[in-house]
């Protein structure tokens, strides 16, 4: 959400910032809105200004036995009462408008955020890891050998549709201690608090966050107006909603791990096969709350702890600021982390770390009270993978894959694994 007296004092500005999203100006028609609605507040003021002084002029005219004049400032203040409730119901309903149409206006990309339209424009920041060579030809993860009876697509389309995978035996097991290193590395050595919340949230979490009223369609509802969440993100940064917190309060940094839903509406005939985009996955997410003079070394911050994931996995990775025509809606900077996929001879993303500024806190009304006094201000707040759990499965087996169809995973997963870091031909771990 924008502040709309920012719009007011450099409306230009405020549209070439959106055009380097390749968004079309719209402070025009904002400030027009934003011109009625303010008329209208005047005018219901105005009205109740001269409702009260001729309150006041009934009671003496009555006393003065004057009763034509009685009669016409009665007759003035329902009048005038009338006015004035007309006239906030206007202006209500201006407000609402200016409101919606503002919260369907993406967040301003910082100043340092490379300029361009797609994903080619992306501009590479760091690369980790060389990707390893093979001897012969390496398969996409549904296709080794040892993964297949545990990773089965046609039992989950039976079940459920198309986009869900079933995982059982050693496969699951990977999966789930993939998840738990994970959490147990953020909460152990990255600072990080473990949450675990709700998957099913209210709409007004989900405004809060940036997914309503404009991406409705991405997400699920359910019949009793509950959304499932699209990432934790919307349970985390929703944490301090319609607070006014402390400035000691600040940071706080959260990490959760959950199930996620998304429709993947507009992703017909994207990644079709294999687990690299579902309905239904899992991820290990991390949210920041922050001082606004803190949240770009935050973010950096944030970056290191996904990178250094992948890092102790030993995958290949590299690392993309995200030019200003790629980036989501409520971000103003963001890194992806992409991790080499060697059935695909190519990397693939793997986490996204975003600082939103004050974007999504003014849509909650999240703010903190300075130490020194003073007016409460806006937080800022972040949010990344940490990583995506499916994906990060995908890469540990394609980067361990063996020709004899076996898959030799990181020594990392020792400790969730009993020591067993094979996964042999018939789908079991030794």
Known sequence: MHDIRIIRENPAAFDAALARRGDAPVSSDLLRLDESRRA??????????????????????????????FERLRALVAEKKAEVARMQTEAKDLDALLADQMSRIANLPADDVPDGKDENDNVEVNRWGTPREFSFAPK??????????????????????SRFVLLSGAVARIHRALAQFMLDTHTTENGLTEVNGPVLVLSEMMYGTGQLPKFGEDSYQTREGWWLIPTSEVSLTNIVNDSIVEESYLPRRYTAHSLCFRSEAGSAGKDTRGMLRQHQFEKVEMVSITHPDKSDDEQKRMLRCAEGILEKLGIPYRTVVLCTGDMGFGARRTYDIEAWIPGQNTYREISSVSTCGDFQARRMNARFRPEGGGKPEYVHTLNGSGLAVGRCLIAVLENGQNEDGTVSLPEVLSPYLGGKLTLQLDGTLA
């Open 140 to 161: 996409e993860h549904y296709e080794i050998e040892c993964v297949k009876n545990g990773m089965d697509f046609e039992t989950a389309a039976k079940l459920s549709g």
């Open 40 to 69: 209208k507040i005047l005018a219901a003021e105005t009205a109740q200004a001269e409702q009260n002084k001729a309150s006041k002029a009934v009671g003496a005219a009555k006393a003065n036995g004057d009763e034509a004049e």
